[in-house]
C-alpha cells in the first residue's frame, strides 16, 4: 500500500508509480480537453512517460512527484506533477494540475489544492508556483479564486501544435 501523502476529504493523494502508468494513461484520455487546449495535440502514450521523467534543469527525480489523487468510490480522479525547491529553494513548482472532466466545478480542486499546500508547507514549500497558458481561460479563474498571483507573463512557446 502506497503511502497517504495528504487528504483532501474523500480524496487520498500518493506517491504515483510506474505501476500506475495504465490508470494514468486512461486518465489523460478522458481529459483530452484538456490536453489538445495545452498542448494542440491528443493524449499521446508517450504522457505517462513524460510525467514521471520530464524535469526542469538542474533537478533530479528525489525533487519531483507524481502524485495521483484516489477516491474510494471513484478510483483515480486526478494526477499532480509537483518539483520541490523550483525554481528557487523552499519554492514548490506544480507543473500538472488534472481531474476528470465528470469531477471538475464541484469544490473538488479546492479542497486538493488547499490540502496541496497545507502539506507542502509543512514540508518545507513557502511558495507554490505554476504556469497557467493564456487559453486555458477556466484554469485562469480558478487560480485567481484560490488567491494564486500572477508573478510573470510571457509570450506564446510552440508546443506540440499550440502556441502556450
Known sequence: MKRTLFQANEIEASEATSDDGPAL???FEECADFIELTTGLPPAPAEVQSLFTALPEGKTYDDKLVIRLLSKT???VGVMDVVRDYPELEAWWLGLML???DLRKLGRGNLVI??????AAANGAKWIYLAVVAQNV???RFWDRM??????????AQIGRAHV
Open 99 to 101: 481531474l476528470r472532466p
Open 147 to 156: 488567491g494564486f498571483d500572477t508573478v510573470e507573463t510571457r509570450p506564446p
Open 74 to 76: 471513484d478510483g483515480l
Open 114 to 119: 488547499r490540502s496541496l499546500m497545507e502539506w
Open 138 to 140: 477556466g484554469a485562469r
Open 25 to 27: 494513461q486512461s486518465l
